[in-house]
């Protein structure tokens, strides 16, 4: 089954430089641990079509067999490979060599908000406490023959945020704790903010968590500059669609019982 | 010796769907329960997982049943599979599914507000519960939230090197010799750490990345069905290797990356590059009664499934890939090796976007095509093991004490070849049976295990021998080679010369893996992970040539260019791997279960 031009038994894809559309490419990377480190160079050739992803592996099986790395899917679905690519929080597995000049420096670091454990893997814990704290999603009874039933016009919206692959750019980039430790621990960012709205707009779901938004999870703390929804790879609108029509609901309860009770009734499906 | 010690009921290895839902069973039935596993919780490879759950809910089709889905599953797997394991399956798949709307799930729905449920192939009814084509991440998310909520602990990115057996009963004469619990590192720190635990559950999923093509993360080497092997468990049906159809091809970093289903379920056709819709001129006559045999026929089926039969691209994996692989050796293939996928002429762009997101952004992104305006260039990507640890289907139990596997890790439930959508349903169904078994089994045996502290030094001595060697060879080179030897010599096409390379070849790679060195410190070190990957990768490599070469006939996923038919005799056996004491792997034949008239009579019927 080996097509023409594979490696040959044996060998590591040590890339093919300057042949056959490829070229040498110039790598920034940081490297070290929880107690310092620094950016080290290296000179790695790139094949066409590859990703930045791609290029960390070829250093990591022919110069840096050591170099620290999250990954899994390769292909955008699970949220692991986060770095900051020219100082840009991105996948590595999503942002293709292409686009950046053959003769551009590419420079990787690891994601800033959260504490270095080695080369460009974090201590993302953070980001686990939280979703622990978020009080569990809850039903309504199942209809009487034990399906529930739901419109998908009500399931789309937190659907959108259900997409989320959890890979922590937003929360990385989110100027609220990037920058700034004290405020973690009263302020669970926003991915956990759209997992708040995701709850609160849940066809099946009972409980009210909109006072927890307000006073556990921080939820005035965001000024919605919109950062969040920027990095987002899979394209989620975290402030318009979620965020902010979280701070409505908020601020209906706190000023405005009957409001709230009018919204819940019309959310109700018929039975 | 000094390591960190933990004490559990039940131990679960694996957190993907299989590893969640087994934890959640164990941990509702009360056992005090852990899982462990080597990625951050919720990365596991479930999430890839596309197309949907099957379940015959007959949400879709009120004639659908537990009967119609077992007996497709039967077929898809040429009648190999283990039928109880088929029946319960069938039969619980449905209720697993509902339970996740509890969780919090959100499928997509039909107009009248229930689960709504997509065409795949070798399903004779629209069955698979879905969202998008991300079911996979609904379903993680699903039961880590669970998970979570329930308080369960949780080992993050923590390795399980070896299982631990040992006396587990009682004491005395005769006394069972059983699970006693596992030995792990931690990937942060590169520390050890045993977990005492009369039951293990393994789910740690496939051995995808023995090969070179691929849809299998890194996490994929095989580590349950070594363990398994290890410890003394039989290994079922290890020649069946599935290759998934439609992989990307183009660009290559890229390649094996997966193409749903889906797509094909949704009104996608297969072309060659004279444009012909070849899965016409392939369908075996075991599937022809109910395939199309026209083009207006098979397109007026998405909409009329009572006066028309299903298309050929829709015909079971291993039939469209060996198809696929034809097409290309005939010369009749796409520009970079593959065949043409084509949704952009045959569906309004629109439709394409809401029914294939997740499609359309991963071209999108990674090779820069627009799949509603142009076809995509698919070939066939190891995707799947259809072989796994031989276990009992009502417990999930091993022949080890202790030991239960779920999941792609277990054997037997889709025989020579696994339909689409069975997985997901599968690591529902036999995770929660495996959580529950385990907790039980623990019950009867709280406080009797106790670890070896002799196993405990060996193991963390073993483990750590690749730093002690210098100048030894670089473990990624050795595992390219070995993924470049079983694409070569051991894929979707097979025969005895090749295979008997393959083995020597893999003889040699052992002696290379032997004398490995790693670069750097324990701390994070993705070359020393590897280095303690390597082994498994080399067993179950060995468990699937040796089981290919002795199976003289092509079944499912697996094809022998020197036997190309199917045999009757084959079809009543059996192949199971297990280790000697001196190493080596055995293959035993062993007759199938034989199937109670009752079920027997669900192939009779009319089809």
Redesign the interface.
């Known amino acids: ?3 023409p031009g ?8 040590e890339g093919q430089g300057g042949n056959r559309g490829g070229y040498d490419a110039t790598f920034r990377v940081w490297r070290g ?1 929880a107690s310092g480190g620094e950016l080290q160079t290296f000179t790695v050739p790139v ?5 930045v992803l ?1 290029v960390i592996h070829r250093l ?3 110069q840096a ?16 490979c986060s770095a900051e690519v020219n100082g840009r929080p991105r996948l590595m597995c ?1 942002t ?1 060599m292409s686009t950046f000049a053959e003769d551009e420096t590419v420079t990787v670091t690891p994601l800033r908000t959260f504490p270095v ?3 460009l ?1 974090t201590d ?1 814990s953070y980001n ?1 406490e939280k ?2 704290q978020i009080p ?2 809850t ?1 309504r009874p ?1 209809d009487p023959d ?7 016009v009500d ?1 789309d919206r ?2 959108e945020f ?5 890979c922590w750019l937003c929360q990385n980039t989110c100027h609220v704790i990037r920058d700034h430790e004290e405020n973690k621990a009263a302020f669970a960012g926003p991915r956990f903010l759209i997992r708040l709205a995701e ?1 609160d707009m ?1 066809p ?2 009972v409980v009210d968590r909109r006072d927890a938004a307000q006073e556990e999870f921080g939820l005035g703390y965001c000024n919605i500059t919109k950062c969040c929804s920027e990095v987002c790879p899979e394209g989620i609108h975290l402030t318009d669609n979620g965020i902010i029509p979280l701070k409505e609901r908020v601020v209906d309860r706190k000023y405005d019982p009957l409001t709230w009770l009018g919204s819940k009734i019309r959310r109700r ?1 018929p039975d | 010796m000094e390591l960190e010690r933990h004490s559990y009921d039940v131990v679960v290895v694996g957190a993907g769907g299989a590893g969640l839902r087994a934890a959640i069973a164990a941990h509702e039935a009360g056992a005090r329960t852990a899982v462990v596993c080597k ?7 479930t ?2 997982a596309e197309g949907g759950i099957a379940a015959a809910m007959g949400n879709a089709y009120a004639e659908d049943d537990w009967r119609v889905h077992f007996r497709d599953t039967m077929r898809g797997g040429k009648m190999l599979n283990h039928w109880r394991m088929a029946q319960l399956h069938a039969q619980e798949a449905p209720d697993r599914v ?1 339970e996740l ?4 799930a ?4 039909t107009p ?4 709504s449920q997509r065409d795949f192939g070798g399903h004779r009814y629209a069955r698979l519960a879905h ?2 084509d ?1 079911t ?3 379903l993680i ?1 699903t039961l880590q ?1 669970r998970t ?2 329930l308080g369960v602990d949780v080992y ?1 990115e923590c390795t399980v090197t070896r299982l631990l057996t040992g006396p587990a009963g009682g004491g005395g004469a005769g006394e069972e010799h059983g699970i006693t619990g596992a030995f792990g590192y931690w990937r ?1 720190s590169g520390r050890f750490l045993a977990w005492e635990a009369p039951s293990v559950v393994l789910a740690t999923g496939g051995i995808g990345k023995a090969w070179k093509v691929t849809s299998n ?3 994929y080497t095989g580590d349950g069905h070594s363990l398994a092997l290890a410890a003394g468990a039989g290994l079922v049906n290890m020649e069946f290797v599935q290759f998934h159809p439609t992989g990307m091809v ?5 390649r094996g ?2 193409v749903t289903e889906s797509v094909r379920g949704d009104g996608g056709v297969l072309r060659n590059s004279a444009g012909n819709r070849f899965m016409f001129d392939y369908i075996p006559d075991f599937f022809r009664k109910e395939t199309a045999e026209t083009e207006d026929e098979a397109d007026r089926w998405y909409d009329d499934k009572k006066n028309n039969r299903r298309p050929p691209e829709l015909l079971p994996r291993d039939e469209v890939a060996r198809a696929i692989n034809s097409e290309v050796k005939a010369g009749r293939g796409s520009p970079h ?1 593959g065949v043409f996928l084509d949704i952009a002429s045959r569906r309004p762009a629109e439709y394409v976007r809401r029914r294939l997101p ?1 499609m359309y ?2 071209f999108k ?4 095509v627009d799949i509603t305006a142009e076809a995509m260039e698919v070939g066939p990507t190891c995707h799947y093991v259809m072989g796994g640890v031989e276990v009992d289907p009502d417990t999930a139990a091993a022949s080890v004490p202790g030991l239960f596997a779920a999941g792609e890790v277990a054997g037997g439930m889709h025989g020579s070849n696994r339909l689409g959508g069975n997985s997901l349903s599968d690591l529902l169904v036999f995770g929660r049976r495996a959580g529950a078994a385990a907790a039980e089994h623990a019950g009867k045996r709280a406080g009797l295990v106790a670890l070896r502290e002799e196993a405990l030094a060996e193991a963390a001595r073993a483990a750590l021998e690749p730093f002690e060697r210098e100048g030894g060879e ?4 050795v595992q ?2 070995l993924q ?2 079983m ?2 010599l051991v ?3 097979r025969t005895a010369p090749e295979m008997e390379r393959a083995l020597k070849r893999i003889a040699v790679l052992r002696e290379r893996v032997a004398a490995l060195s ?4 324990r ?6 992970h590897l280095a303690l990957d390597l082994p498994h990768l080399l067993a179950v490599s060995e468990c699937v040539a040796r089981a290919a070469l002795a199976r003289e006939e092509s079944r499912g996923g697996h094809t022998r260019d020197d036997f190309p038919a199917a045999d009757p005799g084959w079809g009543r056996l059996n192949l199971v791997c297990t280790r000697t004491p001196d190493g080596a792997v055995t293959v035993t034949r062993q007759p199938l279960p034989e199937m109670p008239p009752e079920l027997a009579e669900v192939f009779e019927e009319q089809t």
Not at chain 2, 39 to 45: M, R, V
Not at chain 2, 474 to 477: F, L, Q, R
Not at chain 2, 518 to 521: K, N
Not at chain 2, 523 to 528: E, I, L, M
């Open positions: 089954m080996t097509e594979e490696p040959s038994i044996g060998a590591v894809d641990e094949n066409e079509g590859e990703v791609d990591q099986a022919t067999g050591d170099l620290a790395v999250r990954w899994n899917c390769k292909a955008g679905k699970c949220g692991s999503l293709r454990i080695r080369d893997v993302v686990y979703a622990a569990a999603f039903p199942r034990g399906n529930h039933r739901m419109q998908q399931v937190p659907q259900r997409k989320c692959i959890e709850l849940h099946l779901d499906r | 990625s951050l919780l919720g990365k596991a490879h999430v890839m509902r709307e509890d969780w919090g959100l499928f997509d729905r009248d507000g229930l689960i969202v998008g991300r996979g991440l609904e998310r939230q979570v909520a993050m942060e993360s890194w996490e183009w660009p290559p970093s890229v990356i997966l090796g997740s952004h991963q992104e990674l090779a820069d670089n473990p990624y080179a390219s080679e470049q030897t694409h070569d894929g979707i096409i790693v670069e750097g410190h701390q994070y070190n993705p070359g020393w």
